[in-house]
């Protein structure tokens, strides 16, 4: 069973950056796709980004495209969501999400439908 902590949500202010990072146990973690989601508070949980096995592919939310990057370390069973130039629209909770095989085969580009989750961490993002 895959167990995801994330870690790194705090309160920043508009502009600043901010880097959240998920540790996974369990599994295979260099064949996991795995994700990020947020759900903002009295919203839907929404896609922000996902990086498939060996990072070969990056997905992004068009509303944090250029501002967001996912990056993953296989030899850490880590993944990391470096976060710059935030506003006040990315205060969330930030979900760390993990497909591993064979779910993973048949995952789909933005979509949130990821078989394990982490608990969430927030990020709080003054103006």
């Known amino acids: 069973q895959v167990q995801l902590v994330e870690s790194g949500g705090r309160l920043v202010q508009a502009g600043d950056s901010l880097r959240l990072s998920c540790l996974a146990s369990g599994g295979i973690f260099s064949e996991f796709v795995l994700g990020w989601i947020r759900q903002a508070p009295g919203k839907e949980r929404e896609f922000v980004a996902a990086?498939?096995?060996?990072?070969?592919?990056?997905y992004y939310a068009d509303s944090v495209k250029g501002r967001f990057t996912i990056s993953r370390d296989d030899a850490k069973n880590a993944m990391y969501l470096q976060m710059n130039s935030l506003n006040p629209e990315d205060t969330a909770v930030y979900y760390c999400?993990?497909?591993?095989?064979?779910?993973?085969?048949?995952?789909?580009?933005?979509?949130?439908?990821?078989?394990?989750w982490g608990q969430g961490t927030l990020v709080t993002v003054s103006s």
């Open positions: 999400a993990a497909d591993p095989p064979p779910r993973s085969y048949y995952y789909s580009p933005l979509s949130i439908d990821f078989g394990s």
């Open positions: 990086i498939t096995k060996s990072g070969s592919y990056q």
